[in-house]
């Protein structure tokens, strides 16, 4: 039989190769995913891009994309994509008003500034000087 110090020996060695693995496994993946090719090469343009998103229903919607500078409606259904038109010129769309941000440090600097001493503003009372 093996003695108690062996047995703690032969763990640690487990225990080693196996973070060693994992770390190596890690390293893999990071090194993968910041070396791919998967999102296209650097400085090439996106070739299709979404203009706008109608949604009719939950499975239902029209899209305007544009492709290579064409213009293009189609329809998307849960069962299929239909091109319903297309436009030779660019299509100007208005621009929209950004919606305000949504993101805590934003609300939470707003709170702060709001909270900030104010300045002293006179009141006037009518009737009353």
């Known amino acids: ?3 108690s110090p062996d047995i703690w020996l032969a763990f640690g060695r487990t225990f080693s190769m196996l973070f060693l693995v994992l770390a190596l496994l890690i390293l893999v993946f ?3 995913k910041k070396y791919s090719n998967a999102k ?4 090439s343009k996106n070739l ?4 706008t998103v109608h949604h009719l229903s939950p499975k239902e919607k029209l899209v305007l994309v544009d492709v290579l500078g064409d ?5 998307v259904t ?6 319903i038109s297309s436009f030779a010129k660019k299509v ?17 600097s707003q709170k ?5 001493p104010l300045k002293e503003e006179k009141l006037i009372v009518r009737g009353k000087e």
Do not use: C, H, Q, W
């Not at 296209?40 to 400085?43: A, D, Q, R, V």
């Not at 299709?48 to 203009?51: A, P, Q, S």
């Not at 702060?112 to 900030?116: D, E, I, T």
């Open 78 to 83: 849960s069962s299929n994509i239909t091109k």
């Open 48 to 51: 299709i891009n979404v203009l």
């Open 112 to 116: 702060l500034s709001r909270s900030a």
């Open 30 to 32: 990071y090194l993968i």
């Open 71 to 75: 213009t293009i409606l189609i329809g």
């Open 40 to 43: 296209g090469l650097k400085g």
């Open 1 to 3: 039989m093996s003695s």
């Open 92 to 108: 100007n769309l208005p621009n929209e008003k950004e919606e305000p941000s949504s993101k805590f440090s934003d609300y939470l």
